[in-house]
Each structure stands twice: as C-alpha cells, then as structure tokens.
C-alpha cells in the first residue's frame, strides 16, 4: 500500500551541509519526495511539533535545538513509507550501519532526521508543514 510519511531534516544536518547526501539516501531507496521545503521553524511551532513530549524534562531542549537553525521539511510516499523511513533513519541509540543516524548523527539529540512512528502521527506532522494537502 501506498502511503506519505514527513520526514525532516534537522538543523545540526542543514548546518554541517549533509542535505543533498541524506536526499540522496531517500531517493535511492525508492522514496518519492512529494513536497519539500527549507524553513526556521518558530517556537510555537515547534512546541506544536513535539506536544507529544511537552511533559518529559528534555522538551525545551528539543525546541531550542529545532529552532536553533533551518530544518528541511518533506513528505514521502511510497509503498510501507512510515516503516521504511524509520528504518533507512536508523534508531535514536547505536543506529546500524548503512541508517542515516549513524551517518550523520552525532548523538541523541543531534540525530539528524525525524520521521513519523505512525499513521496518525505522521497526518498530524504532515498538516503542521504541509497544510494544503
């Protein structure tokens, strides 16, 4: 089945200029990037953005380190998106070899991409970015 997914870059990424490396990672396995776009994320957004962690003791941090420069935003699709992209992103701790965390990541919180964990979540993270679709 076919299916979108929001995918970001983050900006510790953007800054060390690894973009066109982690878009190529996307399209060679099989992602079609849909929409795309570069932008400095506001506070209120990004407080939108990670509401779901808005009672954990790290959610400041989480803001102030996503809106601390610009992130690329996008919407993926293809056939089991949600799954292949966490996947291809690689886990939050020890990620694999060959995964975009372990490429790029340098550790944590600086893990260089954020995907969608489920198909809700990844229609709610897609609306706050893509409004229009």
Known sequence: MVERTFA????????????????????????????MHKIHMSEDQAKAFYAVHKEKPFFQEMIDFVISGPVIAMMLEKENAIT??????GALKDPKEGTIRKSFGTDIMLN???GSDAPETAKTELALFFPCC
Do not use: C, S, T
């Open 8 to 35: 970001l870059i983050k900006p510790d990424a953007v800054k060390a200029k690894n973009i066109g490396k982690i878009i190529d990672m996307i399209e060679q396995n099989g992602f079609e990037i849909v929409k």
């Open 112 to 114: 260089a991409v954020h």
């Open 84 to 89: 292949d992209w966490r996947d291809l992103m």
